[in-house]
């Protein structure tokens, strides 16, 4: 097998390409992208399938910028019949909420040939991405990272001689209408689990890279690559005894995540663009929704090479691990590591897991949560039948988003768009969530819970036994528009007394928190941030299938919202006449 | 082989269900439907594939309605991404151009969850459908029967005893979005041809209801059906000694077909919605687009069974013939027909779909041409190369359809909506249209016909050699709004000493004609219906590589568009943001 160099740093150097830079004041600038969505022939996994590329690339460019910046994208929708939109992932928009790219939440779909313009600053240093959040699009390929660097002159907490990105995704074979059209029937169609895992976009299926070690016990025959294949793995070539970054993002539809390297440990940075108290670890978790950056030091044998491996947790899995190689540069690219790629923890070693969440720490100095919360909202996830069809739904309530966006619907008092009642802020506490739901049904709904502006909201994640007996998932909740602290993680039952755990003191902030099988995670924030906010489990399908809440605060203070968000539903028949209310 | 009767007029009175009928004057009435687009699950051709249906319905529901009724559709979108709307196909609209269901040109497309009301007036008696106009929905099977009945207490030209409906179509197991994708790859993926032909709904793939006769050569084993698939046969339910009215209408996407039906000849009566001088046929070629009624009197030994056949004209045929029973009820509907089917004729005698096509006259008495022209359109079609891109062209120019609809723009007069210099009216007269083109370059346009009102317009259209040498297409063109008057066929280019042979007395009033190889089509019309009209070829893959054109009339004279009907491009931003222009 020879292998070329095919680094990460390829595909961010690339991106400048699109990328012009205009001056600002403080040296803060505007960085213009123009992008075009459309289907495109990929083969991620090494077999052709249709992806859904940016400006032909898959994943889609990577945005580099600094702290201060404003991104602009102008994003024009080159599909045949569907509308698009793009999330940008761990980008609170402050100000701009109708950015945010979430369809029937901040704006309508762009339609077919039409060109939205996202214009947003990142404030914060850290690493972020972007996805498709319209259907299931994002599962579709609609994905890229989004890096932001600490502003000129400042420096971030730590050192580093080189930085490497690590975009993780899965991949299935079938296409995503079909997936969402087998989740929609009834009885529902499982679309089981991922054929491949992505590094960067890239995996290997029906063959593997480290047929020489027996490791995983795939059984699969050696990949053979020329290099130039668009399936090439991965390599990060280093140079010995430097330290360098690698900053790790999970855009999985389904699948969470361990990494491992080769005799190296890590030292963990940053999550979802917060800056941790650092900590070394042999490996790590990561859920759909997280990032990470972690720090290495090339310290080791330096004529070998090393794996980097990324494994599947929380479910049995039907994935082979996907495999980066770690190439120091005194060696050949060539050549592969001698020892076998880390073993990903067992599948259902929680306590793994635990132990590693329950390690993550704000850095000293990072703000604290305040020590008392105004209200709090407990939200059960449970795994329902409405009429037969299998929905995940919160409170009992499986969300169904509304054809009219929830922010230009608020901001203009229009009724009749969604729900009035709120959804529900608790459930019967004598619900057992130890087993299948006694009474499996749900609705619908499509309420928002409306926050007080600059309240302080705890949220209460509540794990239950799913549909099928002895059934409890993982679940990462993704909030738009903040960071949480997460205050804890518990078992069972979440009662009163479980708030004398909570961590108020160095809690780290995220903006997605996973809640165990059977457990509870809690979370604070504050509702500071004007505008209408998703909540959701981040498991596309899971989300498609209603798990998700929507927030809403201070909407009377945000800004003009663009026409172009509002032209659909109730909001476009109100603004193209205006007697309509 | 055990069949169940399973007749199209159960399909027929299934409809009832979803209709309401509303009184009005003069007996006309206004006919309710509320219909959810959405995918499904069906198995067109005994293979489970994704469908696109109606009510959980595919084919749609038949509309039945009566000359002079108004029908009313409640369209909502359930598809998750993808806007829709549905075309009338045969219905002029007058004085409803809005409700053409055309994206891009009459209307926005429906975004998901979104409903819009089609309300128009079905004036003529006739044979017509239903079809999705955006993107390859039509393909994905989006599509129905519309039939007309004359005014209560008014009666037809002919006289029968029952009818029966067949909807024709054929299907490909790769789904719409990749065809798509195909064809706008470079290099075009060609989709090929079809894996089945569809009657009502129904084909039978990899297996053949007539294995006892060898007559196709297909070597396919016999279907085994209980009767109860949803693949299993069309069966005609007949008595002896009848007359019969077959409706038939062809929405294939590619495939031009031929019927037969074995021992019995057919009275061709109707086309298009226009009664025809009645002339009998053993078989005859129908080509997307079109519709005929046929009738058959039921003369033949009323203790035997008889195929209906339907195969592919005008392609090297892949695709085997479907099949129908026509089942005397005097014997049993699981009896198979002892004769072989029909043999459709051989796929490039042009000669005998040319007899067919130049039989076709009017009724006497029917609505004649002017005898003059105001303007002659010449459209040369070609296949062509853009970038490396293959596309068809009309004139040069391969339509590309904007994000805003013409109806609209043109209404009110936004002039950055689409190209506003006039495609041309001609071609090089010296262009060898036996060769492949000899520059191959052509450009996407998206101008408009202005055509004057109530001005008589002549279109040639002229055939042309395709990419590919010794290759010239069948394309039947499909006008909006409008049926025109086919004058005459002729070999070869287009010259004016052509114009003798025109048919002037009695030429049938179609709103589909097809162009031979190598040949022209002469059609008349009468540019009075004011609204905006695509003119286009029927075949799915080439309309969306863009062969057509848009003809546009008296649109000044056009009542207020729905606004649901312009939310989308430039007139949705126009409404919204008055100060725009």
Redesign the interface.
Known sequence: MALVRLTPICLLTYLCCFGALTSSVLGAKARHFKWEVK???GAPDCLEN?VMGINDQFPGPTIKARAGDTVVVHLTNKL?????VIHWHGIRQLGTPWADGTASISQ??I????TFVYRFKVDKAGTYFYHGH????RSAGLYGLLIVDVEEGKKEPFQYDGEFNLLLSDWWHK?V??Q??DL??KPMRWIGEPQSLLINGRGQYNCTLASAHNSNGSGLPGCKFRGTERCAPNILHVMPNKTYRLRVASTTALASLNLAIGNHKMLMVEADGNYLEPFWVNDFDIYSGETYSVLIRTDQNPTDNYWISVGVRGRQPATPQALAILHYQSTTASKLPTLAPPVTPRWNDYNHSKSFSNQIRALAGSPTPPVINHRRIFLLNTQNRIDGYTKWAINNVSLS???TPYLGAIKHGLRNAFDQKSPPDTFEKTYDITRPPSNPNSTYGNGVYMLKFNSYIDVILQNANALNANVSEIHPWHLHGHDFWVLGYGEGMFSTKDEGMFNLKNPPLRNTAVVFPYGWTALRFVADNPGVWAFHCHIEPHLHMGMGVVFAEGVHLVGNIP??A????LT??M???KTYH
Chains 1, 2 share one sequence.
Do not use: D, F, I, R
């Open positions: 289907y495109m022939y249709v045949h019949t569907e509308g698009v309508c779909a339609n077919p040939e039409e319209y259907g299931m699009q296409g209408h079909e969402e059209l929609s029937v988003l509304p054809p026409n172009e509002l032209s659909c539903g476009g028949k603004l193209m006449n």
